[in-house]
Each structure stands twice: as structure tokens, then as C-alpha cells.
């Protein structure tokens, strides 16, 4: 089968060209201006950005166990949705993906389903626990792409050092979860002014900071490369900067929810602002576009956490943290770095495509020919309200509900193929 998206305004890692996309079968052929062949699919995108697939190198897919806040099928139909061609999902299901079966497990439901495509993060730890270090090597040989205790952090230091030697040794990627959880203690929200006023028991900066900072110690010593995930506070930001002019190996990522919102958002006593992290101050806020801006962080996942109405509609304590992200990640980077001016597409594209593409090592995250046809279609103009009610998801629980964004995912391609999405 062969495809041809004319008109465009294609995203490439040089810069916006105006040109057309030719594909057959699985790769792109051709880039070029006014491509004259037949297709046997022709899509008009005048108006809009031809954009290289997005990569989520972090996202929760609930499979196996807990299928009744998200399963494959759902999540990597919502993540289509937002332009999403490659997820990689954490392990922290019920039972944790430790070992090789549940690892084939994940890769043969999400080629059932067919969607996206999904990318396995096998446990760094038997069962998350932090005590023995789990069987990585048979995880990578049956598709794990990562390995990352997310939702817990490895607490013990020595094991985290094993670990990351042993991943070194055998050119393995760990994802860090940095939260001491002693200094987290009960907390729910920042700790801070929004804190004391709620109510509300804080989550000191320090309790990812101090973690962030040993992993990169531990990183450092060894020679390894580490990579921190959702980096949220001004403190972390500087860390992973320092490091990185030291030389370590170290990269890190960010979800929309850390440069979108702030901790005002907890005022309402509204949990789907209930997050781990939580929801920092405006100066953490800042402080993160500025590592986007300079490349201190190199990519923009979701951490995409769906969970029941149920679970979410409850007391602010008791409810879990987290929130759907899948479907709103594009839109709310290009509404509030894009449109006001302060990173331009192809730095976006890069932060959601090429740059966790390369981490992750899955292939380019480009548009270019010879590459892979994973490709996504955005309207820059056109403002949509978010209606997490209508989300493909079955996480309704997105912070975002009722916020006005501009910049929607119209049309997605995957290894050739184009997808049905349904309209924002």
C-alpha cells in the first residue's frame, strides 16, 4: 500500500519545509515539494504541521490486573488520539511486569489490538520491592526497552548502585522514580503557602531533589546513564543541568501538568490536581520551561495515569494521585510553549519525538526518508474545549477539564497506515 500527505507544513528536524510525505508500505520514500505519483491514499493536509509521531516514554496502561482503570486496547487507543505512535508503560501493574512472561504478555496484547505501538519498561526490583534486583537481561531479550520501579523509588542505595552498574555492563537504560518517601512521609500536595491554607499536608521539594542528586552521585561514579523521570521542582532542574556540564549520563523528562498548572489547582480541593510529584509553585514552573528552553530536559512525556470516577471522586487524602494525560499532551505543549512564542514546533517536536526516541533507542522520531511511517497530523488553528467525559481513555480523571487549548492531533499514521481517530 502506498500514501501521500500533500500540502503540508512538515515538521523535520532542520526546520518547517513545505512539502509532501510519500510512503509505501511501512517507510517514508519521498519528502519533496509538489510529489507527483499515485497513491492509493492521499491525505490533504493544507494548514497543518506533518509531524514526526509522538514517543511517551512514560505512561501507565493498568494491563494486567487492573483493567477496569485502563487495559492495552483502551490506552493505546487514547494515545492515537494524541498523536501518540510509540508508548513505553511502566510496570507498576498487578503483578508488576518482573520477568519475561508478562513482558511477551504486553507485546502480544498490544499487537492484538493493534493501535499504537507499546513498548514494555520491565521492574527494576522483583515485585517493585526494592530488596533484589530483578532478571533484566531476560526481560530486554523478550522486548523491554527500560527498566524503572515507577510509583516506587529503589530506596535502598546500594541497590540502586548494583543496578545501575549491572545496566551499565550490559547497555541497559534505568528510568529513576526519585521521591525519598521518608520526606514525602503522607504528604498529598506541594508543601508550601497552598498547602498551609488548604489544609492540606505538603510534600517537601526536597524529597525528589535529594533523590535526584544521589542517583546522579551514584551515576557519576560509575559511568552510567541514568535517566530521572518527572522531573518537577527548580531544584532538580539545576541538578540534572550541573550534572550534564560535568559530563554525567544523565537525561531526564517532564509531563504538560509541571509547565501548565500550579499548585493553585488544589484549592479547589479538585484531586485530579492530586499528582505525584505534586503540582509545584510558579517559580518551579518557570524554572522547568527554562530547562525545555536549554535543553537541560530532554523530553515531555505524560505520565498518563488513569484511574476510576470512583477512585478519584472521594476525599482529597484518599484518592490516588495521578492524571489522564494521553489526550491532551500535544495540545497543552503547543498552546503554552508554542503559542507564546517560547520554543518554536521543531524544538516540540524534538522533546516529544526524536529526543525520547533516541533514549529509549526505538528508532529516529523523524520525518525523513528511509525512516519509519509513524506520522502524526495537527491543526495549529484549531481550539477545542477539553471534555474529559468524551476521552477514548477510560481515565475521565484529567486535570484539565473545561480548559480551553489550541492545536489538535487531526490525523495519525502508523508504519504506513493511517488510523481512525475520533475528533477533540
Known amino acids: 500500500m502506498s500514501l501521500i500527505i500533500k500540502n503540508g507544513s512538515v515538521v523535520t528536524d532542520g526546520g518547517v519545509i513545505d512539502a509532501d510525505v510519500y510512503i509505501e508500505g511501512s517507510k517514508i520514500v519521498?519528502?519533496?515539494?509538489?510529489i507527483d505519483c499515485a497513491a492509493d491514499t492521499v491525505i490533504d493536509a493544507s494548514g497543518k504541521f506533518v509531524m514526526p509521531g509522538f514517543v511517551d516514554m512514560h505512561c501507565h496502561l493498568r494491563e494486567p490486573g487492573q483493567e477496569y482503570k485502563e487495559d492495552i486496547k483502551s490506552g493505546t487507543a487514547a494515545a492515537l488520539r494524541g498523536g501518540f505512535t510509540s508508548v513505553a508503560c511502566m510496570p507498576n501493574t498487578v503483578p508488576p511486569i518482573d520477568n519475561a512472561a508478562l513482558v511477551k504478555y504486553v507485546l502480544t496484547r498490544a499487537a492484538e489490538v493493534d493501535n499504537a505501538k507499546v513498548y514494555p519498561i520491565g521492574c527494576i526490583t522483583k515485585?517493585?520491592?526494592?530488596?533484589?534486583?530483578?532478571?533484566?537481561?531476560?526481560?530486554?531479550?523478550?522486548?523491554?526497552?527500560?527498566?524503572?520501579?515507577?510509583?516506587?523509588?529503589?530506596?535502598?542505595?546500594?541497590?540502586m548502585r548494583l543496578a545501575l552498574e549491572y545496566a551499565s555492563g550490559n547497555d541497559m537504560l534505568l528510568i529513576s522514580h526519585c521521591e525519598d518517601k521518608q520526606l514525602a512521609a503522607d504528604g498529598v500536595v506541594n508543601e508550601g503557602f497552598n498547602a498551609t491554607i488548604s489544609g492540606l499536608k505538603g510534600i517537601t521539594r526536597a524529597a525528589e531533589e535529594s533523590m535526584v542528586l544521589r542517583d546522579i552521585v551514584i551515576a557519576e561514579a560509575l559511568g552510567a546513564r541514568v535517566h530521572i523521570a518527572h522531573v518537577s521542582t527548580k531544584g532538580s532542574v539545576e541538578a540534572v543541568r550541573r550534572a550534564k556540564e560535568r559530563g554525567v549520563r544523565v537525561t531526564c523528562e517532564t509531563c504538560p501538568h509541571y509547565f501548565s498548572a500550579t499548585d493553585d489547582e488544589i484549592l479547589s480541593y479538585n484531586t485530579n490536581a492530586k499528582i505525584n510529584p505534586p503540582l509545584r509553585s510558579q517559580s518551579d514552573v518557570e524554572a522547568i520551561i527554562e530547562g525545555l528552553c536549554d535543553g537541560t530536559i530532554d523530553a515531555i512525556a505524560t505520565d498518563h495515569a488513569p484511574h476510576h470516577a470512583d477512585e478519584k471522586n472521594m476525599e482529597f487524602n484518599s484518592a490516588p494521585f495521578g492524571t489522564s494525560g494521553f489526550e491532551t499532551a500535544f495540545s497543552l505543549a503547543y498552546t503554552n510553549l508554542v503559542e507564546t512564542d517560547i520554543i518554536d514546533i521543531v524544538k516540540l517536536c524534538r522533546l516529544m519525538s526524536a529526543n525520547p526516541a533516541k533514549i529509549l533507542g526505538i528508532g529516529s522520531g523523524e520525518i525523513k526518508e528511509g525512516e519509519r511511517a509513524d506520522i502524526v497530523v495537527a491543526d495549529p488553528e484549531k481550539s477545542y474545549t477539553v471534555d474529559s467525559g468524551k476521552f477514548v481513555s477510560k481515565g475521565k480523571n484529567s486535570l484539565f477539564n473545561g480548559w480551553k487549548l489550541k492545536g489538535a492531533v487531526v490525523g495519525v499514521i502508523v508504519d504506513g497506515i493511517q488510523k481512525e481517530i475520533k475528533e477533540l
Open 30 to 34: 519521498k519528502v519533496a515539494k509538489d
Open 127 to 159: 515485585g517493585q520491592l526494592g530488596k533484589e534486583i530483578a532478571e533484566m537481561c531476560f526481560m530486554r531479550e523478550a522486548g523491554a526497552v527500560a527498566f524503572s520501579d515507577d510509583g516506587r523509588p529503589v530506596e535502598n542505595s546500594n541497590i
